[in-house]
Nanobody, 124 residues
Framework: VQLQASGGGLVQAGGSLRLSCAAS????????MCWFRQAPGKEREFVAA????????RYPDSVEGRFTIARDNAKNTVSLQMNSLKPEDTAVYYC??????????????????WGHGTQVTVSS
């Protein structure tokens, strides 16, 4: 099972990036998928999660209204559209999947499958 994140890069503050995560080895169409991020010297931080059928999403206050998570179960992918980026959004971004169908957990330990991450750097 592999989750491959892509789309990171360097962007100026106020700009946008779209991250993608492609899953292989199994289907996650019945599972919650999410994004976390980790900045140097900090703990991994919850960014967004989406239920299996896209009915519900969850974001922390720090990204609410700027980031949008979406999924395409036919393609076994999940994406993160990031707008109005700030320097404090700089981090390695990870996609992950849990065994749950509806639980939009914010705890990293509740997610079983993880990708390797993609670097996002926002310059001021």
């Amino acid at each position: 099972v592999q989750l491959q994140a892509s789309g990171g890069g360097l962007v100026q503050a106020g700009g946008s990036l779209r991250l993608s995560c492609a899953a292989s080895g199994r289907t996650f169409s019945n599972n919650v998928m999410c994004w976390f991020r980790q900045a140097p010297g900090k703990e991994r931080e919850f960014v967004a999660a989406i239920t299996w059928n896209s009915a519900y999403t969850r974001y922390p206050d720090s990204v609410e209204g700027r980031f949008t998570i979406a999924r395409d179960n036919a393609k076994n992918t999940v994406s993160l559209q990031m707008n109005s980026l700030k320097p404090e959004d700089t981090a390695v971004y990870y996609c992950a999947a849990s065994l749950a169908t509806w639980d939009l957990s914010t705890r990293a330990g509740d997610y079983k499958y993880w990708g390797h991450g993609t670097q996002v750097t926002v310059s001021s």
